[in-house]
């Protein structure tokens, strides 16, 4: 069946030379059964359960934190923040700043969704038809094309209210300016609502992917009519 789509990508190329002929002849002689139209509602079904199924789950309480795929752990300027806090007996404090910077992607994603949504109704049968010849991820990577700079916009303010909501500015002035307080040691100070923003819009994109891995590899996870005859293309 690919090579059906790669007749009707390339026919306008090949019209009249030899190529097309020997193309035409590898092909089955019976129809796909499936429209352009069904091809695309079906990319767009897809990527909806992979958001209803696995980003939703992101924006329940512990969606990050719990979820060793997706965690938002220090990034790395404050990597040796945690590691001399939990030396010197402070792991509950560490423990807290790294649950509250999960907390906020949580909320992040809660508020977002329904623009990422919105987002997946716009796939042309042109996109769908690339997407659907393309790899195990193909359409993930459609999506972080698409999508990654407005989500930003919308998740970053929202990460930035969450962190001062919870209490996250406070904690980590607090883990901050203990260990700048410390001998020997160089002061940090990172950009902690934009770190955590592009951790959050990773996770997103990642559980995206787990889904539409399921559904191109597993036949049971296709459970509509119209995953079958979609999906059935690309095996």
Known sequence: MKKFFLLLIMAPLLTG????????????????????TEVAAGLRQALDFGIEKQVTKL??????????????????????????????????LADEGLKVLNRAAEDAVK?????????????????????LLGDDT??????????????????NPVITNSLDRVGATQIWTNIINRYNALPLTNDVNPDLADYVTQ?????????????????????????????????????
Do not use: H
């Open 17 to 36: 030379c030899a190529e097309l002929q020997q193309i035409a002849d590898s092909l089955p002689q019976e129809g796909t059964g499936v429209t352009n």
């Open 59 to 92: 924006a329940q309480e512990d969606g990050f934190f719990s979820n060793e795929l997706v965690r938002i752990n220090l990034p790395p300027e404050l990597q040796k923040v945690d590691r001399t806090l939990r030396d010197l007996g402070m792991s509950s």
């Open 111 to 131: 508020e977002a969704t329904p623009i990422f949504v919105d987002a997946v109704k716009q796939i042309t049968f042109t996109d769908a038809r690339n997407i």
């Open 138 to 155: 193909a359409a993930t990577s459609y999506l972080v094309q698409k999508t990654t700079d407005p989500l930003y916009t919308r998740f």
């Open 199 to 235: 951790e959050a819009l990773d996770g997103v994109y990642t559980m995206i992917a787990v889904e539409e891995k399921e559904i191109r590899n597993n036949f049971a996870s296709r459970t509509t009519n119209l995953l079958q005859r979609v999906f059935a293309l690309q095996d």
